[in-house]
């Protein structure tokens, strides 16, 4: 036990002395295990990839979609009934929730769309990288955005992010980075990825107290992520 008030951070280094990545020291100091150095390294090679390309979206170096409309396959675009019940049940309720808090006098928010394009000679490979590229956006989303951004999964090849605060632009091109990084190391390290093309679209929009509905940002993102398409495929 850490002689420390239990906190975010002391829960933290809890974890990370369960998982035999550091160990106590003398005077309330800890020391990374050989363990935590391999874990460390591994993980600042992801984490240098993905800082270098937000670099470059700061510096307006904006990378180019490479939209599947060539050499490859691109996946049907069918319903999926159990996407759209989580739309339905989860990410319309939690945004009607904070939407509610907000009128009340709580923090404004953002909802920030990604959509992912993926077309392959195989539409196998497109539904692998997919759902691959979702499950890591996802699943690493508290690591990756701030601790009050929520995370899910929209429609059959989309994430939904829920971002209090008025500070969201930076946020929605962390998603187009990540996603993007995603995609570009499944390529690039899988051999069964290679030829793979890609795309991915964003749109964001802010909630004002004048929104009729809690629905009424959600519309406001998509159509922002259809103009997000229609000014890239230009």
């Not at 906190?7 to 998982?19: E, P, Y």
């Not at 050989?34 to 993980?43: K, L, N, W, Y």
């Not at 691959?132 to 899910?152: C, K």
Request: charged share 25%; glycine share 8%; net charge positive.
């Amino acid at each position: 036990m850490l002689p420390l008030e239990g906190g975010t951070f002391t829960k933290a280094v809890s974890q990370l002395i369960d998982a035999g990545l550091v160990v106590p020291a003398e005077l309330g100091a800890i020391a990374i295990t050989p363990m935590g150095r391999r874990e460390r390294d591994a993980q600042r090679v992801v984490w240098q990839r993905l800082l270098a390309i937000v670099n470059r979206l700061l510096a307006g170096d904006v990378p180019q979609p490479q939209p599947p409309g060539d050499g490859g396959t691109s996946l049907p675009m069918l319903p999926d009934r159990t996407a759209e019940l989580h739309r339905e049940r989860v990410v319309i309720a939690e945004i009607r929730d904070v939407a509610r808090r907000a009128r009340e006098g709580g923090p404004r928010f953002a909802v920030v769309l990604a959509d992912i394009a993926i077309a392959h000679s195989r539409p196998a490979v497109s539904v692998a990288m997919l759902q691959r590229s979702l499950r890591e956006t996802i699943g690493r989303a508290r690591s990756t955005f701030a601790a009050d951004v929520s995370a899910h999964r929209y429609g059959a090849s989309g994430v939904c992010l829920i971002v209090p605060g008025d500070e969201y632009i930076g946020t929605a091109e962390l998603l187009r980075a990540r996603l993007f990084e995603s995609l570009g190391a499944m390529q690039a390290t899988v051999k069964g990825f290679r030829g793979a093309r890609y795309a991915v679209r964003i749109g964001a929009a802010r909630w004002t107290p004048d929104a009729a509905t809690s629905g009424a940002v959600l519309r406001l993102a998509e159509a922002a992520l259809s103009a997000d398409s229609a000014v890239r495929a230009a």
